[in-house]
């Protein structure tokens, strides 16, 4: 009966319970999607390479290493010969290796040299592989495949002509070599989107006329004769390696870091990832602050509510006392309350999330390639929800023991 | 008025003494005031008076200073606070001056509220829709008016439900808080002629509180607040 009386109440007050379950269904919202896009992002980021056990680059940083080599942000320091790179390879635990050669552009997009081996180890994702949606391998010397960004922001297709520029931010294209895009890659939600992958050796090819990065004045080597030198790399950026078993990665890496010939610097992906996204998660702690702040807020909102109801509910509070209930008993009524309007708010706000995740998943996925997950709750959106009926239960107290003296002390007197 | 014991007092009041700590100029002194069981009392005296804090003290609301307070030779005011509500709840019918129901709860919700707090009182009611709607009907509401929402009532139907509410599970004490006030004469003598024969039928004691002196003569006894309780 109380559980009754209690909704009738509610609905008594319909328009002023809705706005309160709506205010505070949006604020648990977007803590829910801020933090749904949180895991989110963070599982597309540590998903942006899998099964990887080493990066090979350079002497650097290991956040800088993983910037560059598979997040094509920033610059290498230096490059690694090609003779550092087989001395690694030559070793008995690597099973098998990806060589990178980053460094020039197209357009703003970065241009990746590499061989066939990148299209069967690079794994994302849990494990999957990047298919080619449309075209072809890198048969010829003068093929580009292209990430399905790419395809989509240049409105690119398979045969599209184009020209790699040198460097990052140069005025100099290597417009006397002429690319065609020969295949173009199914979208990943990777940096590999945003790539353009060409050979190791087109790299080779493209800088045939330059020295020291510049382009040797009055030098032009016809298309044809390079094709006929030998263009096997002598540098490369960085390289993705796999061992034979996990039990040698240390062995392996200490290895390479303590390499003679040249400065390496070996990384573990997952450690450096987790490196990361500590620096990138400033920005997530700010956000799930911002979205605690918000819910916390309207916390005091609900409690505000109840209590500015309190003074005309008086009547009502000393009826309930005139039939026997005792103060505790108004207490809980006041308690109830706030535990429906908890209760409807998260109801009204897992519903409006998965409606919003719903219609804004494949728009998210494609414009962040960040890939939400919508199907289930989280064990940890159901702490978060029973902690948020517990706070609510808890700052009814204010209102509820004021109401309980109100009880107590207006008798049969009822001051309003 | 036939009683069942005149011997038998539903309220015995001795040397009670009350004041509200943040009124310092109201004090209440009631020496000696007891009501028989069956009795139909009205409660005189002027605005101030203590009347309604009297009723506070009897219905246990409130404990004295000091003195005594018996309901059917029960001591109360030693009793804890929980108790108390547990007693008013199993003992007493309350009705207030106006406003007396819950305004979302229909009328059947609100005249069994007291059933939910008192086993003893529900254990009186063998059907208890029925018997509410049998109250009411004594108290010629309209039938439709029990699944009714009690703010869709008129001041005087509100009043009469709040009779029936009082009276459900045969209460032994009915105390009404100037219930009348908000109707007209004629309203009033059939409100009071319809609460008199529901008490009597219950076989409960009524102590009504009124300032209203014209009213004295419908009931058994007229106590004058003015007359029990002593000036400090």
């Known amino acids: 009966m109380l559980l009754k009386l209690t909704f009738n109440s509610l609905y008594a007050r319909l328009l002023t319970v809705a706005m309160t379950v709506f205010a505070i269904s949006l604020s648990l919202m977007l803590y829910m999607s801020v933090e749904k896009l949180r895991t989110s992002a963070y599982t597309s980021f540590t998903d942006t390479i899998s099964q990887t056990d080493l990066i090979v680059g350079a002497r650097t940083s290991s956040v800088q290493l993983l910037l560059y080599s598979v997040f094509r942000i920033g610059n290498a320091t230096n490059n690694i010969t090609w003779e550092s790179y087989e001395d690694v390879i030559n070793k008995k635990e690597v099973a098998w290796s990806v060589p990178i050669s980053l460094g020039d552009s197209h357009?703003?997009?970065?241009?990746?040299?590499?061989?066939?081996?990148?299209?069967?180890?690079?794994?994302?994702?849990?494990?999957?592989?990047?298919?080619?949606?449309?075209?072809?391998?890198?048969?010829?010397?003068?093929?580009?495949?292209?990430?399905?960004?790419?395809?989509?922001?240049?409105?690119?297709?398979?045969?599209?002509?184009?020209?790699?520029?040198?460097?990052?931010?140069?005025?100099?294209?290597?417009?006397?070599?002429?690319?065609?895009?020969?295949?173009?890659?199914?979208?990943?939600?990777?940096?590999?989107?945003?790539?353009?992958?060409?050979?190791?050796?087109?790299?080779?090819?493209?800088?045939?006329?330059?020295?020291?990065?510049?382009?040797?004045?009055?030098?032009?080597?016809?298309?044809?004769?390079?094709?006929?030198?030998?263009l096997s790399p002598k540098n490369i950026t960085a390289a993705l390696i796999g061992v034979n078993s996990k039990l040698q990665i240390f062995q392996l890496q200490r290895w390479i870091n303590e390499y003679p010939e040249e400065s390496l610097s070996s990384i573990l992906p997952g450690v450096a990832l987790q490196e990361l996204w500590r620096i990138v998660g400033v920005v997530e702690n700010l956000l799930l602050g911002i979205s605690v702040t918000v819910i916390f807020?309207?916390?005091?909102?609900?409690?505000?509510?109840?209590?500015?109801?309190?003074?005309?509910?008086?009547?009502?509070?000393?009826?309930?006392?005139?039939?026997?209930?005792?103060?505790?008993?108004?207490?809980?009524?006041?308690?109830?309350?706030?535990?429906?309007?908890?209760?409807?708010?998260?109801?009204?706000?897992?519903?409006?999330?998965?409606?919003?995740?719903?219609?804004?998943?494949?728009?998210?996925?494609?414009?962040?390639?960040?890939?939400?997950?919508?199907?289930?709750?989280?064990?940890?959106?159901?702490?978060?929800?029973?902690?948020?009926?517990?706070?609510?239960?808890?700052?009814?107290?204010?209102?509820?023991?004021?109401?309980?003296?109100?009880?107590?002390?207006?008798?049969?007197?009822?001051?309003? | 008025m036939e009683k069942s014991n005149l011997n038998e007092?539903?309220?015995?009041?001795?040397?009670?003494?009350?004041?509200?700590?943040?009124?310092?100029?109201?004090?209440?002194?009631?020496?000696?005031?007891?009501?028989?069981?069956?009795?139909?009392?009205?409660?005189?005296?002027?605005?101030?008076?203590?009347?309604?804090?009297?009723?506070?003290?009897?219905?246990?609301?409130?404990?004295?200073?000091?003195?005594?307070?018996?309901?059917?030779?029960?001591?109360?005011?030693?009793?804890?606070?929980?108790?108390?509500?547990?007693?008013?709840?199993?003992?007493?019918?309350?009705?207030?001056?106006?406003?007396?129901?819950?305004?979302?709860?229909?009328?059947?919700?609100?005249?069994?509220?007291?059933?939910?707090?008192?086993?003893?009182?529900?254990?009186?009611?063998?059907?208890?829709?029925?018997?509410?709607?049998?109250?009411?009907?004594?108290?010629?509401?309209?039938?439709?008016?029990?699944?009714m929402k009690a703010s869709e009532l008129s001041v005087g139907q509100q009043q009469r439900v709040a009779v029936a509410r009082a009276l459900i599970g045969n209460p032994p004490l009915v105390i009404a808080d100037e219930p009348t006030s908000s109707l007209d004469t004629d309203a009033q003598t059939i409100f009071l002629d319809l609460m008199f024969s529901q008490v009597a039928s219950s076989n409960s004691t009524l102590l009504m509180v009124s300032h209203d002196k014209s009213l004295s003569s419908k009931f058994d006894r007229v106590i004058d607040m003015k007359n029990v309780s002593e000036k400090e």
Not at chain 1, 212 to 221: D, E, R, S, V
Not at chain 2, 107 to 128: G, H, T
């Open chain 1, 107 to 230: 357009k703003g997009f970065r241009v990746m040299g590499t061989n066939s081996e990148f299209f069967k180890r690079y794994k994302f994702r849990g494990g999957q592989s990047i298919e080619l949606e449309q075209g072809n391998n890198l048969d010829d010397l003068y093929d580009v495949i292209i990430g399905a960004g790419v395809a989509e922001k240049l409105n690119y297709s398979v045969g599209t002509p184009l020209i790699v520029s040198h460097g990052l931010q140069s005025f100099s294209d290597h417009d006397d070599q002429p690319f065609r895009v020969s295949g173009i890659l199914a979208k990943t939600g990777t940096p590999v989107d945003n790539t353009v992958i060409v050979s190791l050796e087109a790299i080779e090819a493209i800088h045939v006329d330059w020295s020291t990065g510049a382009k040797i004045p009055g030098q032009i080597t016809p298309v044809e004769e390079i094709r006929q030198m030998d």
């Open chain 2, 9 to 147: 007092k539903t309220i015995q009041i001795n040397s009670v003494k009350f004041h509200w700590s943040n009124k310092s100029k109201f004090k209440l002194h009631i020496p000696e005031l007891s009501v028989d069981k069956g009795e139909k009392v009205l409660l005189l005296g002027e605005s101030g008076s203590g009347k309604t804090t009297l009723l506070s003290l009897i219905c246990g609301f409130l404990t004295p200073l000091s003195g005594n307070i018996q309901l059917n030779e029960k001591l109360i005011n030693d009793l804890s606070a929980t108790k108390r509500d547990q007693y008013r709840s199993d003992n007493i019918g309350i009705i207030f001056q106006q406003f007396n129901l819950l305004p979302y709860a229909n009328v059947i919700d609100n005249i069994l509220l007291p059933l939910y707090f008192s086993k003893s009182r529900s254990a009186n009611v063998n059907n208890q829709r029925e018997t509410a709607i049998s109250i009411c009907k004594s108290l010629r509401l309209p039938e439709d008016v029990v699944n």
């Open chain 1, 297 to 416: 807020t309207t916390l005091i909102g609900m409690t505000a509510i109840i209590f500015s109801s309190l003074n005309e509910r008086r009547r009502e509070m000393a009826i309930w006392r005139a039939m026997g209930a005792s103060p505790k008993v108004v207490i809980g009524l006041l308690m109830l309350e706030a535990f429906i309007i908890s209760v409807m708010s998260i109801i009204v706000s897992t519903v409006m999330l998965f409606l919003t995740l719903y219609v804004l998943q494949p728009w998210i996925d494609n414009t962040y390639g960040i890939l939400v997950n919508i199907e289930t709750l989280a064990v940890k959106d159901i702490y978060i929800f029973m902690l948020f009926i517990l706070s609510a239960s808890l700052v009814s107290l204010i209102p509820a023991i004021r109401a309980y003296w109100f009880s107590i002390n207006d008798g049969m007197t009822i001051k309003i």
